[in-house]
């Protein structure tokens, strides 16, 4: 049996957040769902996976939290759980931006449906920005799309500041996996007096689910925050893995390179290890292999949990 996988956010006013950890946690326990919820004053964001009547109980609880009750969700299936271990945590934010006075809740861009999307972007005067980390633009983006090339959300502002003279007068279009990052950057760019912004509505998500292949303007896959890595039109899984020492992406061809150990280097951070590390990372290893053998699940052995949409 197939697993369910919901990735769902919803912008809205939690006056005390902590105190709906508990329920949800002990809910999806319950429910054998894992994954990571985040949750914070400015609302509730994260990826889950379980069986389909998990699901719609996780999901019924948190269309009864406080302006919840239209969250975004998007669906698809992975064969194997994709989650290791459930989280739900309490944070500043819901998706880290870092900037003052950004509430998505009070003004974002216009929405732009995935039919429409590829007239958009195809326009001379629109300017695409994949609002990506440079990690997850490497397995695949839009035609023509513009790479910030940052590390993490956080360095979308800084990376405008640099760059707005550029695109002065044009259109901004932004895309990222599920909508998120857009809302709050939209809000960051209409604060700085962008008067033109455009997202993508529900993301490369909802347009790799509801633009037919032979139409698409994706090239490529898209990283997803799971053990599936990534995913490719109609959501299908997509072919790669993740470096267990970098937790970069990489196809299963790049296990034969040279460069590859597993647990401990691939081609993309060979360099940056010298002996000392490459020794524990053998040993951290080595551990996983000890656990493996025995049934039983060991903190290193998970592909995904140290990359986020930060």
């Avoid at 609302?43 to 609880?61: C, E, F, K, P």
Wanted: charged content about 25%; glycine content about 8%.
């Amino acid at each position: 049996m197939s697993y369910v996988v919901a990735a769902l956010y919803q912008f809205t006013a939690f006056a005390e957040p902590d105190r709906l950890r508990a329920p949800l946690l002990d809910l999806c326990r319950a429910q054998q769902v894992k994954g990571t919820l985040l949750l914070a004053r400015e609302g509730i964001n994260g990826t889950i996976a379980g069986h389909r009547h998990g699901i719609d109980r996780v999901l019924s609880h948190i269309r009864g939290l406080p302006g919840c009750e239209r969250i975004e969700v998007k669906e698809s299936t992975a064969q194997d759980m994709p989650f290791l271990r459930l989280k739900v945590r309490l944070k500043a934010e819901i998706v880290t931006l870092g900037q003052p006075n950004v509430d998505p809740r009070t003004s974002v861009g216009t929405y732009v449906k995935p039919e429409v999307w590829n007239q958009v972007i195809a326009r001379d005067d629109v300017v695409v920005i994949d609002t990506r980390n440079d990690y997850e633009v490497a397995l695949g983006s839009f035609d023509n799309a513009v790479n910030p090339r940052t590390d993490s959300f956080r360095g979308f502002p800084e990376w405008w500041r640099q760059n707005a003279d550029k695109y002065r007068g044009k259109t901004v279009a932004m895309f990222c996996t599920g909508g998120i990052r857009c809302e709050k950057a939209s809000n960051w760019l209409l604060g700085q007096g962008v008067e033109d912004v455009l997202h993508l509505e529900g993301g490369i998500l909802r347009y790799l689910e509801t633009v037919p292949q032979d139409q698409s303007r994706w090239n490529g896959e898209c990283f997803v925050f799971d053990n599936r890595v990534s995913v490719g039109h109609g959501l299908a899984e997509g072919p790669h893995v993740l470096c267990h020492a970098c937790r970069r992406p990489i196809l299963p061809e790049d296990r034969l390179r040279p460069e590859f150990e597993q647990g401990v280097t691939c081609h993309q951070c060979f360099a940056e290890r010298d002996a000392d590390a490459r020794m524990r990372y053998r040993e951290r290893q080595r551990q996983v292999d000890l656990a493996r053998t025995r049934g039983e699940a060991h903190l290193g052995d998970a592909a995904v949990g140290k990359r986020n949409a930060k």
